[in-house]
């Protein structure tokens, strides 16, 4: 088993081609082989004696069991806050070298093989050895060039996103499955349709009148799309979704109150898996990354706005700027699927230390379920249609200076 191991590392030793470029979220066995192939030899090591398994053989074991001895004695007879001399470096005893790589291609298992296999297989020792060793060894592994399937298998998770581990800019932000979608195809808050046909089994559960949790559901199944698509911890997600981080904490905690307790957090996971199948298998997926950055600096223009208003003589002080700041927010939102509370508009008045109340206050004049009916509610339903018009608008090309062309007055 050494000889034919051998045979391979002589193999790439010697290639005389380059492997093919591909894309960061995909794995080359061939191009990683010899970083995965040391990196997996150090957690072996790291995490002896539970790695002892992947020794093909008890002659293989002593082999390893006696390198870890001496370098372990070495490290603990080292003078106090000085560090051993390639305390990372390969075993001087060929023997020794040759029994380690061994276990560590055995730990490896088949090249290019799915990566929940992996992971179990990686997981349980990379606990061992970062719980053992020095504070700094979970980074030590991230700064390794490993290949996305190894970086994925390693990476420490809470509840479906990677553990920051007090580097909040670590060098890696691997994604944390294969996906054929992008992170710009993933809104701020999932579309009410995406969350009636994946995640019944969850809102099922819920109050059907409590409107607040399906929305704090909405925000951290998007957080977990990124992360899935990008990588990265759940606060860098939020920032790549416009998301304010109090506001991601704040819907991660709400969901935790109420999916921990009774064990219900995988069935988020799942449906989440679910929706990104579906993601992957559709060639026609929505650019929103897109969307944001059309409608960044976009208002509602004046014609436009009237034409929604026509007629809603009921319908107060519709020609003041605050009710085209509304209406602008509104279509905001629908277009990307975004948070009105995070739109543009609003955000301009914090940036400006200015007051949002009067601004959230007739959004919310508009949008509580009370008030639906009568000239508010025929204003909401034509700033949906308007604002499905110049979503499909912008799919087809437009810049979003302008807002629709009127196809149809209201």
Not at 124 to 138: D, I, K, Q, V, Y
Not at 180 to 195: N, Q, T, Y
Request: net charge positive; charged share 20%; hydrophobic share 45%.
């Amino acid at each position: 088993m050494m000889l034919a191991l051998q045979r391979r590392i002589d193999r790439h030793l010697t290639a005389t081609e380059h492997p093919p470029a591909i894309s960061s979220n995909y794995s080359n066995p061939e191009q990683h082989f010899f970083s995965d192939l040391i990196a997996a030899a150090q957690l072996i090591r790291l995490s002896w004696p539970d790695s002892a398994r992947f020794a093909p053989s008890s002659a293989v074991a002593d082999l390893i069991a006696r390198h870890v001895a001496a370098w372990t004695a070495l490290r603990e007879n080292r003078s106090p806050g000085r560090r051993v001399r390639d305390a990372w470096a390969a075993p001087k005893d060929p023997a020794e070298c040759g029994a380690l790589l061994l276990a560590a291609d055995t730990l490896l298992g088949g090249r290019g093989q799915d990566d929940l296999a992996l992971r179990e297989r990686i997981q349980p020792l990379a606990t061992a050895a970062f719980t053992r060793n020095e504070a700094n060894t979970g980074a030590a592994f991230r700064r390794m060039d490993v290949s996305p399937d190894l970086s994925r298998a390693l990476a420490q998770r809470s509840l479906g996103f990677n553990r920051a581990g007090g580097h909040h800019h670590a060098r890696q932000h691997v994604p944390s499955r294969q996906v054929h979608f992008g992170i710009e195809h993933v809104p701020a808050l999932l579309p009410e349709a995406w969350i009636g046909a994946h995640f019944g089994d969850l809102t099922s559960l819920w109050d059907s009148g409590d409107v607040w949790k399906p929305r704090h559901l909405r925000r951290v199944a998007s957080l977990k799309l990124v992360e899935m698509a990008g990588g990265g911890t759940w606060p860098q997600c939020a920032v790549i979704l416009g998301v304010p981080w109090i506001a991601a904490q704040r819907s991660l905690a709400v969901l935790k109150r109420s999916l921990l307790p009774g064990g219900l957090w995988p069935l988020l996971d799942t449906a989440v898996e679910t929706l990104a199948q579906e993601l992957d298998a559709d060639p026609l997926n929505v650019n929103f990354a897109a969307r944001r950055r059309a409608l960044r600096t976009w208002q509602i223009p004046v014609k436009d706005l009237a034409a929604l208003t026509e007629g809603l003589v009921r319908l107060a002080n519709v020609e003041s700027p605050l009710t085209r700041a509304a209406v602008t927010a509104l279509v905001w939102a629908r277009v990307t699927q975004g948070d009105h509370l995070h739109s543009p508009s609003i955000e301009a008045l914090r940036r400006a230390r200015q007051s949002t109340k009067p601004l959230v206050s007739a959004i919310g004049q508009l949008q509580t379920p009370s008030n639906r009916r009568g000239a508010r509610l025929r204003i909401l339903q034509r700033i949906s249609e308007y604002a499905d018009d110049f979503a499909q608008a912008l799919n087809e090309g437009a810049d979003g200076a302008e807002g629709p062309a009127t196809r149809k007055r209201p």
